[in-house]
Antibody, heavy 118, light 106 residues
């Protein structure tokens, strides 16, 4: 059973950078074949896919966020991270990390609420 | 981006009812469609992948069909634990995009 767990600050000030880490257990990021993804959900709203990183380090970002997003991976720790710069209140959301396969995302973290406020 | 449109946005149903949710893609996505179930305070759970394949551990009362642009999720006999919000997601091309969700409520 693959488990994912998000961690990071729950409160970020406007214009600062949101930083989250996802720790994977029960499986190795280096095993390949998976898109290690970040997805967010605004309160009472639908799901927005942010981007993914492959174990090799290759990435793809949603064009709507591309200018502000960086996803990185540390295979030695089985972790991958999200950085979202210049945040505003519109970035307040529950952020999920997930394991993507070609058919969808089969394992998800529990989600972490990040609030952007001064 | 491929736009995903679900209908209805909500449905009222009773235990034992048959429930059908539809999802339409703005362009053809072959069978690269997934369905998720999300309960309040929880992460989404993958139910169906490649339009009609049941994810391991998911009850057989859930089924999916369709290809191209039109897809359907059916719950054959609604159980109390099935009251939730359901999302479709296209996995044909990045960025992956989701439908707006369908809330199944009493």
């Amino acid at each position: 059973q693959v488990l994912l767990q998000e961690s990071g600050p729950g409160l970020v000030k406007p214009s600062q950078t949101l930083s989250l880490t996802c720790t994977v257990s029960g499986g190795s990021i280096s095993s390949g074949g998976y898109y290690w993804s970040w997805i967010r959900q605004h309160a009472g709203k639908g799901l927005e896919w942010i981007g993914y990183i492959y174990y090799s380090g290759s990435t793809y970002y949603n064009p709507s966020l591309k200018s502000r997003v960086t996803i990185s991976v540390d295979t030695s720790k089985d972790q991958f991270s999200l950085k979202l710069s210049s945040v505003t209140a519109a970035d307040t959301a529950v952020y999920y990390c997930a394991r993507g396969v070609s058919r969808g995302s089969d394992f998800w973290g529990q989600g972490t609420l990040v609030t952007v406020s001064s | 981006d491929i736009q995903m449109t679900q209908s209805p946005s909500s449905v009222s149903a009773s235990v034992g009812d048959r429930v059908t949710i539809t999802c339409r893609a703005s362009q053809g996505i072959s069978s690269w469609l997934a369905w998720y179930q999300q309960k309040p305070g929880e992460a989404p759970k993958l139910l169906i992948y490649t339009a009609s394949s049941l994810q391991s551990g998911v009850p057989s009362r859930f089924s999916g069909s369709g290809s191209g642009t039109d897809f359907t999720l059916t719950i054959s006999s609604l159980q109390p634990e099935d009251f939730a919000t359901y999302y479709c997601q296209q996995a044909d091309s990045f960025p992956w995009t989701f439908g707006q969700g369908t809330k199944v409520e009493i």
